[in-house]
């Protein structure tokens, strides 16, 4: 990312020389003797370089000492104006491979500086500028620059360390409670090798160039701080940068908003580093703390055997914000909803969740929720220890009892948050066993078992007869809409089987067929989805045909947004950030929705379930089709076809009896024969009576003659009903 602020320059380290950043500008530098003699001989000047190429950058150096300690490799594209680093502490060899960054300019420019022994530096630049020119190709001309963020920038601290160096003293000591254990049965700990992800992501990159570099900051940001994540296809990345969000990230982060009396103050100064401090939470736009071995953590008791900062900010959401609002940076938002492209190889103008076009909006749906209050919501069954549940962490790290380490010598806490991050993601965790068999299965399973917990108690169901119909009402029990996350693929469906007198199925909406992953199309079909397509004005842009899906890379319009908000929400405030309802319709503040089905003819009964699928057939042969063969999509598609077609996960289930229309069938077993004599005079003579009696029957059914009325005068046409007239 080009450095936003001119002045001096705050180059990392050379690892052998000094162990604190050098304040250097090309001005300033000139002062500094003593140091080597450097002399860059390629590039020099007058090259003409291709993005997405690896280049060696290569330089002599000599000292009077006859010792180079290292050199540091840095790139303006600029003019000279500000330098960011490709490679630090190079030792022994006077040469660095550099992938050229998709940041077409005419005025490029290499600066290496060199150590002696001693630590003083010596310096040189190209003689002249060189050219870099882009030599991506997509469905848009988008460059590096169209995706510039804020925060933390590659190389500008030492990346996460492994998780490897955590579980020492939090894990393998009690696997109910221990952070190692859970973590490792998550998501997060496999965001790096999720094979949905990495088919998504795979396509990302050929849609719009160098998109991928917003996926890598999160699902592989070990390798994105270090450096590594240039090209943005990931093929740099090393095995070390593949371990997901795991503790070293979250445990360094900063919070960008320094409150005084609250944040360590040593925050001051990092936030102060920063070329570019993020104003809001999402993409990905942490910052992280350069002090790599030093954590941060939510007790301020906490009297670990490593440099550690008290962090009110690891118990807010805000922190899950970081990564759990996602935008697209290439897309402007306006005041008025209308998304546009912006103008190519700039950095967006806004980087707020209500300034681009959005594709997930988790935190902003929790944000604008009763959730979001001092008390929270009621929700014990998320809780754990807790029965009222107000941030992210509340119900996605539980409080449990326990330790938070090994050693017995450390308080035991009833607030411990449970390091599970638990979701609704069953299928893909169920899969991470093939993508990487050293994973512990025992962790997985136990993750498996956890995220269908989640699926079985995010919503409640009624079902009643409300006269020819039956009445379906789902609830949101969620903070977020339900489903939330990442939109393609993932839905919520209502199935609701009709069941005779002898038990035949009369009637269905909702049939899943889970042998061919198809869910059948039906007039009542209820299906919970969002879903983004490309405008028409941009798909002219781009030759695409209008409405086209599953491209979120390009895609700037809601076609489709029906998920049930969480209790508490607004239009108004969600529409504001981009996460409003589309094509349906729900009033402030309601977290249910209501469906009626139409009761067939000849129904006694029915079973109504509520599915939640991960991904669906269509998707998953999208990214095949499209990703062709030897992709990630044709990988997914295989890990897919042997592993059951991703089925769907009951959430809740529900049974009904009584559901007969049939007109005389007052006890409802699907005829009307004399056996319904004795049920029919008592809906006449004792309507309160016949209801307690025939639970679930519709005296209605009694209504022979039409005028919305059950009384005397309905005697002679069921007569004539029963004998045939």
Known sequence: MKRARPGPLRIPAS??????????????????????TVTITYPNGGETLTSGNPVVVTWTASDPSGYIAGADVLVSFDGGANYSPVALGVFPDSQATW??????????RVW?????????????????????????????????RDFDLPGTQPNDVLPPNSPDDCVFCHGYYNAAVEPGFNWQGSMMAHASIDPLFRAAFDLTNRYAPESGDLCLRCHMNAGWIAGRSNPTDGSQLLPQDLTGISCDLCHRMVDPFYQAGESPIEDVDILAALDDVPSAFGNAMYVVDPDNTRRRGPFSDALPPHPFLYSPFHRESNQCGTCHDVSNPAFTRNPDGSITLNALDQAPPGVGPHQMMSEQRTFSEWLYSAFNSPMGVYAPEFGGNREYVASCQDCHMRAVTGRGCASMNVPLRNDLPLHDFSGGNTWVLGLIDQVDPLVDPTAINAGVDRARYMLQHAAEMDVTRVGGDIRVRITNKT???????YPDGR??????????ATDQLVGQSGAYDPLTAVLAEDKQLKVYEAEAVVSPATAKLIGLPAYSHFRFAVSDLWLKDNRIPPLGFTNAAYSAVGAGVVGYSYPDGQNWDVTLYAIPVGAVRAEVKLYYQTTTKDYVEFLYAEGGPGSPGEYLWNLWNANDKCPPELMESAG?????????????????????????????????????????????????NADDQVNVLDINPFVALLSGG
């Open 15 to 36: 690892y052998v020389a000094v162990l604190c950043n050098l304040a250097l500008t090309a001005a300033a530098f000139g002062g500094i003797g003593g140091g080597p």
């Open 99 to 108: 992938f050229v960054p998709n940041r077409p300019t005419a005025q490029a």
């Open 112 to 144: 290496v500086i060199a150590y002696d022994g001693f630590g003083n530096p010596g310096h040189d630049y190209c003689d002249a500028f060189f050219s870099v020119a882009s030599g991506a190709s997509g469905l848009v001309s988008t460059t590096l």
């Open 479 to 485: 903070g977020h809409k339900l489903p939330t996350g």
């Open 491 to 500: 839905r919520m469906w209502i199935n609701v089987t009709f069941f005779d």
């Open 656 to 704: 009904i009896l009584g559901v007969s229309t049939l007109p005389g069938d007052m006890n409802c077993d699907g005829q009307t024969n004399i056996l319904d004599i004795n049920a029919f005079v008592l809906a006449i003579s004792d309507p309160v009576l016949y209801a307690a009696t025939y639970p679930g029957c519709d005296v209605n059914n009694g209504d022979i």
